[in-house]
Nanobody
C-alpha cells in the first residue's frame, strides 16, 4: 500500500483545513486508516483513526470535537477535517494504514505516507 497525503498549509488560529490521503491498491477497505502528527522536537502521536468500513472512528482526547476523520472507499481516500485549529496543532501530519484493530498504537500501522505540514499561526 502506498499512501500520498496532501492538504497541509498555513492557517490562522481558529481556522480549518482538510487533509486527504490517497491509497494505492484494490484492498483499501481492508485497512484501518489513521492520522498521526509530529511536532518539532516531539514524538509522533495519534490523532484519529477509522475502521475499514468507516463505521467506527477513534480520536485522541485533544482532537475530539474539533477533528473529524472519514473515508471514501470508492476513492481509496481518507480525510481529516480539522476545525478550530490552534498553534499547538502545528505539526507534520501523516496518514497510515493498518491491518490490525489496535487503532491507537503507532506500531500497528505498517504503511505510512510522506506527511503534510500544517502550520497554525497565532
Amino acid at each position: 500500500v502506498q499512501l500520498q497525503a496532501s492538504g497541509g498549509g498555513l492557517v490562522q488560529a481558529g481556522g480549518s483545513l482538510r487533509l486527504s490521503c490517497v491509497a494505492s491498491g484494490r484492498t483499501f477497505s481492508r485497512y484501518a486508516m489513521g492520522w498521526f502528527r509530529q511536532g518539532t522536537g516531539k514524538e509522533r502521536e495519534f490523532v484519529a483513526a477509522v475502521s475499514g468500513n468507516g463505521g467506527s472512528t477513534y480520536y485522541a482526547d485533544s482532537m475530539k470535537g474539533r477533528f473529524i476523520i472519514s473515508r471514501d472507499n470508492a476513492k481509496n481516500t481518507v480525510y481529516l477535517q480539522m476545525n478550530s485549529l490552534k498553534p499547538e496543532d502545528t505539526a507534520i501530519y501523516y496518514c497510515a494504514a493498518s491491518r490490525w484493530s489496535d487503532y491507537y498504537a503507532l506500531s500497528s500501522y505498517a504503511y505510512w505516507g510522506q506527511g503534510t505540514l500544517v502550520t497554525v499561526s497565532s
